[in-house]
């Protein structure tokens, strides 16, 4: 998006919100952590913090966006007259930082396994998916940071051009395509031998899988997958115009991202069995069991080449909004400094990507705090900055926005739901968020 203009319909707005909020963080994330933290238990309270703390924290940041109406490290005072609560803002820079850090890693094995698909057809002659070896890959440094880096190029190219337009466009077919593929997946998948025992492993909840580590992780997850804390989903918002759907929007975001979870759950656990992998196999779960599921498919390696494609477009869509943060902040809205800053900013992302990366591999007996460096800054950003950052734009819109213009903000009422949500974010979310803060020091 150029400047501080305006989208001309919702549907830009739509659109580029959804692009930002499903990407890694349905697909990719929520079924390794669920396969870590017991597999129903997670996706009982994914599905609770989702829906109860998730929906109306993004109401929350669509509200303040459409009411700011600036870039988010001017919009705290610009809306409470207090200019050190522009720190809001700028921890929701830190932590896209962060975040663009370790979520480039995944996008570079993304466009690793698309170069191999396509090395194996035209090099190889060979359209078997089944010795894509993962470990192979991530173990050599020098290929994972050059998929790396050219995920973080990619997605500064498209900033520096301004050309998000023309993605959100785009992903109109894509989103839906990308759904359609995943119904596929998880049709093939549940074929497979011992699929009964994976289905039941990720939708029924078990007690004695539940920990207090789980419920936090999912947590993070909810803030990770639906953007929030990060002030990215305000930006989207003040951007929009003023006849922006808040609600509905916000509902369509929380219900595609839960069935993402949910279809990606499907497609990869019901498959373990069959190819002897563990539900705990961490980061590399999916690029692990998919090449398998679809090289059970007749034009397996087709389906899965497209397949892809389409995951790397809904990485991009997100890594985008990533970078697009500290673009429109650092440049405070002026287009001329666009192209240095994404540059810089991109150069610095690729070299904090570099340790994340090679703590997956060779520095992978580096563990201290949440676990590996790639796992340490994941939890910091997932854990402590989302989640503070949302804490804090609770407290300004509780305590210091005036409620009729926050009413106003809030859009259309057909079911009165103002107060509740009001009510919500003024007493409830603060003390849930600061408990789980305790809850974590412990
Ligand atoms: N929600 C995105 C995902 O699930 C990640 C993201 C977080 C994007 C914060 C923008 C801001 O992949």
């Known amino acids: 998006m150029s400047g501080h203009s305006q ?60 009411m700011g109406r600036t870039y988010t490290t001017q919009i705290y005072k610009k809306l409470t007259g207090k200019k050190w609560l522009n720190i809001i803002g ?51 440094p020098w290929l994972t940071v050059l998929g790396q880096g050219i995920f973080i190029l990619i997605t500064m190219v498209i900033v520096m051009l301004g050309v998000e337009k023309g993605l959100e466009k785009a992903s109109k077919i894509m989103m839906p395509l990308l759904f359609i593929f995943l119904i596929i997946v998880v049709a093939q998948s549940l074929t497979l031998e011992g699929a009964l025992e ?35 989903m305000i930006t989207y918002a003040s951007y929009a115009p ?34 002897g992998y563990q539900p705990q196999e961490g980061p590399g779960l999916l690029f692990k069991v998919l090449p398998l599921v679809f090289s059970e498919m007749t034009f397996g390696t087709f389906f899965y080449f497209i397949f892809l494609l389409l995951f790397l477009f809904a990485a991009l869509t997100s890594s985008i909004s990533l970078l697009e943060l500290n673009v429109s902040n650092f440049t405070k809205n002026d287009n001329s400094k666009r192209q240095k ?71 259309k009422d057909k079911f009165n739901l103002f107060l509740p949500w009001y009510y919500l974010i003024k007493f409830i979310m603060p003390i849930v968020i600061i408990l789980v ?4 020091l412990f």
């Open 90 to 140: 700028w921890n929701g820079n830190l932590a896209v930082f962060i975040l663009f850090g370790f979520y480039s890693v995944i996008g570079g094995w993304i466009i690793i396994y698309i170069g191999y698909v396509i090395a194996q057809i035209a090099i190889f002659k060979s359209s078997t998916l089944t010795n894509i070896q993962f470990e192979t890959i991530i173990s050599n």
């Open 341 to 411: 800053v994404a540059i810089i900013g991109s150069i610095l992302v690729f070299i904090i990507s570099i340790p994340a990366t090679l703590s997956l591999s060779s520095l992978s007996h580096l563990r201290f705090g949440a676990g590996t460096i790639f796992d340490n800054m994941d939890f910091i950003v997932s854990n402590i900055l989302m989640p503070l950052g949302a804490l804090g734009t609770t407290l300004v819109v509780g305590q210091l926005l005036d409620k009729k213009l926050l009413k106003e903000s809030f859009g």
């Open 7 to 66: 989208w001309k319909t919702s549907t830009g707005f739509i659109l580029a919100s959804a692009g930002s909020a499903i990407g890694l963080g349905a697909m990719w994330k929520f079924p390794y952590m669920a396969g870590i933290y017991g597999g129903g238990a997670f996706l009982l309270m994914f599905l609770i913090f989702t829906i109860f703390v998730g929906l109306p924290l993004l109401i929350m940041e669509f509200t303040v966006g459409k």
């Open 242 to 275: 003023k006849n922006m759907t808040i609600k509905s929007s916000a509902l369509s975001i929380v219900v595609m991202n839960i069935l993402i979870s949910v279809l990606a759950g499907l497609a990869i656990f019901p498959a373990l069995k069959t190819f």
């Open 198 to 232: 994976g289905v039941r492993y990720i939708l029924q909840p078990r007690v004695e899988d539940m920990s207090i580590q789980g419920v936090l992780f999912a947590l993070g997850q909810s803030f990770f997958t639906l953007s929030l804390g990060t002030t990215g």
């Open 437 to 440: 803060f305790i809850v974590q």
